[in-house]
């Protein structure tokens, strides 16, 4: 080291350090912003492949077998069709059998009415009915018994009729009226004796009855014809 003065050694020593320290700075300064870079990089979205993956499981393609929405909005009509029918034929059976139902209540009804009416028009008659029991007992050993019977028998009928009038029921006795073959029967022809007589009711064989308005048996009657 001939020839170099302490002096220039001490400068080159310190020349030496600056650059150390120069290239030391240098490579942290290299570090850091590397280090800076990876931080502020973006991630992979995982999320995303998460749900794309599961939206494509959920719902898969035509392709993959899957059904699309607008076919699973779509009703099959012929299962519309087959359900109406079964709802439709339901209410009709509940319908014949609720008829059915109210046709045997009514016609219960109707003969229990019927009944207690036969059983009311049965029971009016049975006071006349002992009268004439009472009126067949009696022994006609003279007058006073004889006239006893008339009596009891013209009592009878009396009672027998207001029953049938209390009823509604109307007597059919024609004499002499014009003959009506709604409510008489012509038994035979009488001569007439004038052209005034001509079909008017020479006699009455058998009275008729009527049940308010309804005919129950027609009088029976001769009738006069001119010749």
């Known amino acids: 080291m001939d020839g170099v003065t302490s002096e220039e050694m001490i400068s080159q020593d310190h020349d030496s350090l600056e650059d150390d320290r ?19 990089a973006p991630e992979p979205d995982d999320t995303a492949e998460t749900d794309s ?16 929405p607008e076919a699973d909005d779509r009703a099959d009509p012929v299962l519309e ?42 029971a009016r008659l049975l006071d006349p009915l002992d009268d004439l029991l009472r009126v067949t007992a009696l022994e006609p050993e003279n007058k006073s018994s004889v006239d006893s019977i008339v009596e009891g028998v013209d009592l009878v009928e009396r009672k027998f009729f207001q029953v ?9 006795d024609p004499a002499g009226e014009p003959f009506d073959p709604n409510t008489m029967e012509a ?31 027609p009088a029976r009657v001769s009738v006069f014809k001119c010749q």
């Open 53 to 68: 993956g599961h939206e494509s499981a959920s719902n898969p393609g035509p392709g993959r077998g899957g059904e699309s």
């Open 187 to 217: 038994m035979m022809r009488a001569p007439a004796e004038s052209e005034d007589d001509d079909d008017t009711v020479a006699m009455v064989f058998q009275r008729g009855y009527t049940l308010k308005g309804l005919l129950i048996r």
């Open 22 to 40: 120069q290239q030391a700075a240098d490579d942290e300064n290299g570090t850091d912003r590397a280090e800076d870079a990876a931080s502020t």
């Open 164 to 172: 049938l009038k209390d009823a509604g029921v109307e007597v059919v």
């Open 81 to 122: 069709l087959e359900t109406e029918r079964d709802r439709l034929k339901d209410r009709h059976l509940r319908l014949a059998a609720d008829f059915d139902n109210y046709r045997k209540r009514t016609e219960e009804r109707l003969r229990q009415g019927w009944d207690r009416a036969q059983a009311d028009l049965v």
